[in-house]
């Protein structure tokens, strides 16, 4: 029974016409976009001098997230079905819990017990948010709002190359939620929808996000 379940087709996106492996050859082949970006932030990574090495380490897992998030998009554009869509989406949330974590931790210096409460009030939200008929993309609007109002603070406490790193990868994630939500509207225009979009700007959006970790600054 589970494995009946777990092997379920999913159609949730423009390009998908059957539930046939690799029916989204565009969606699929764009998350090598991902691993574009995993490879740059490797680079990065090996050329930086942590001082804390707790810092490598919060740094190569973010990268390899990175890596794991595309991978789990390839999967899930290939097949199509249910445990594909859990190792899509599963990664992706690990990697919003961890960099909340992180910049409540180091960007805005407070306690361990200050920012795992954040990871709280995120989950929290995230799950009243569900009942407002957005669940789909509740947990992307909360990251959203999260970085939002992580970079005000920046702002505030004066740490400028923080807020506007998190200012830019807010204005790179809005755009990319836009091409999300717009796929299935455009499938009489576009044949292919706008998905493969969303894997483009989410890739540069990690990052964005991982070299402001690394860095502390976007260059």
Known sequence: MLNVSLNQSIDIYCERISPEIFAEPINFFTNIAFWVAFFLLLKKYNKKNYEHVNLRIYSIILISLVLIIGTGSFLFHLFGNVWSLLADTIPIMIFIILYLYL????YLEQTQVISAFSIFLFLFLNYS?????????????????SMLIIACIAYRKNKRNISYGLFLASFIFMLSLGFRQLDLFTCAQFSHGTHWIWHILNSILLYTLVVLFIERKIR
């Open 103 to 106: 910049a409540v931790r180091f």
């Open 129 to 145: 948010l569900s009942y407002l008929g957005v669940e789909e993309i509740s947990s992307y609007l909360m990251a959203l709002f």
